[in-house]
């Protein structure tokens, strides 16, 4: 569950910061997949497939999208992702407020590590499995078992280890 398969960066980010996370990540055997504007700014990317956008890897393996602004990675999320756990890292409060909201996820965090989706980190106890849709309960249902829960966590860069 702490495995991040896409990357969306703002496109005023990517040309400062593409460079040295590929460098970094490339340092350590991470496969880097990008979109024709991030393989721009980083050409030793292999280009992406729409496929890379819907797939949960596995490995060392990470699609990058350079995205205009929140709507388009907001779009790119409703289409592609899991519904399970989805982050943003930045430093606009409306943009984090729009993310919370319109992010249909059951955990959605800003500005904190991915690595707190945890059962126990969230305040359930010691976690006994993950739900991966949205209606989990199956047989007779009463009022609580039609009910979803969605975690929203604030952070300030800080990371679970």
């Not at 702490?2 to 593409?18: D, Q």
């Not at 990058?64 to 990675?73: L, S, T, Y």
């Not at 319109?102 to 690595?115: F, M, P, Y």
Request: aromatic share 8%; hydrophobic share 40%; proline share 3%.
């Amino acid at each position: 569950c702490n495995a991040m398969e896409t990357l969306l960066v703002h496109e005023k980010a990517a040309p400062s910061f593409l460079p040295s996370m590929a460098r970094k990540f490339e340092e350590v055997g991470v496969e880097l997949r990008g979109c024709e504007r991030a393989r721009l700014i980083v050409p030793t990317m292999i280009p992406a497939e729409e496929e890379d956008w819907y797939r949960e890897y596995l490995d060392l393996i990470l699609a990058v999208r350079v995205v205009k602004d929140i709507d388009e990675a907001i779009a790119h999320i409703e289409k592609y992702g899991s519904q399970h756990t989805e982050a943003i890292i930045t430093k606009d409060y409306r943009n984090a407020q729009k993310f919370l909201q319109e992010v249909n996820s059951s955990t959605v965090l800003v500005n904190a590590s991915t690595r707190f989706s945890d059962g126990f980190e969230l305040g359930l106890g010691a976690e006994i499995g993950i739900s991966t849709t949205k209606l989990h309960a199956f047989g007779p249902m009463g009022l609580e078992e039609l009910t979803t829960t969605k975690f929203i966590v604030y952070g300030d860069g800080q990371v679970r280890t």
